[in-house]
């Protein structure tokens, strides 16, 4: 039996589920989405650094999920992404683009995960790990506004929604001094989906 009909065959042609494989960076993008793709690269030539990015956050926005939020105001442009089971917050302006996600809380510095830490950032393009004012391990992208253009931007923001949501799994589960932070828009995932998951899994191994 084949994987489409392992998956399909349990519940009938009825059965439809709303099921998302891998992560929503690499999903497909539409028309529209492609033609703010154009945009952005047309406006940064033109040396209008927030217009672009503004245009790139249209890009990224699904048509349907409601993953990325923003306001520009007084020459400021602040946005909020969701990544899996991170949070990214950002703010651009017409200098420069500063870009965070918080991964994990932590009361005492811990040489073990603070090694990791060391380690990943070797492997790191555009983005840093590091640990803030308040006690909470971070990963970082920022940039001059003029150095910013759409497809570096747009790897940076892949890589480190990609490494926030990867490492905050790991951390977490390596370390249990650490407190897992912002994961109140996490949503547990049906059964049906779980075990559709679970057969997609079993076969490709």
């Known amino acids: 039996m084949t994987l489409i009909s392992n998956i399909f065959s349990r519940k009938g042609r009825d059965f439809k589920p709303n099921i998302q494989f891998g992560r929503y960076c690499d999903a497909y993008k539409t028309e529209e989405q492609l033609t703010h793709w154009d945009k952005a690269m047309i406006l940064f030539g ?3 650094y927030i217009e672009s990015f503004e245009a790139l956050l249209f ?3 699904d048509p349907v999920l409601d993953n990325i939020s923003w306001n520009q105001a007084n020459g400021r442009l602040q946005f909020t992404l969701f990544q899996g089971s991170k949070v990214i917050n950002g703010e651009v ?3 420069d683009i500063k870009v965070y996600s918080e991964i994990a809380g932590f009361k005492d510095k811990e040489v073990s995960w603070m090694r990791i ?5 070797y492997n790191l393009s555009y983005c840093r790990f590091g640990m803030n004012e308040n006690d909470r ?3 970082y992208f920022d940039n001059y506004a003029e150095e910013a253009f759409p497809q570096k931007t747009y790897e940076a923001l892949r890589e480190l929604s990609i490494q926030a949501d990867k490492l905050d799994d790991i951390l977490l589960f390596e370390y249990n001094a650490l407190t897992p932070l912002h994961n109140e828009h996490i949503i547990p995932l049906p059964e049906d989906v779980i075990n559709v998951k679970d057969v997609y899994k079993r076969q490709i191994n």
């Open 46 to 48: 033109k040396e209008k």
């Open 59 to 61: 890009f990224l926005k």
């Open 93 to 95: 302006t017409a200098m």
């Open 117 to 121: 830490l060391l380690e990943e950032n």
């Open 137 to 139: 391990i971070s990963i």
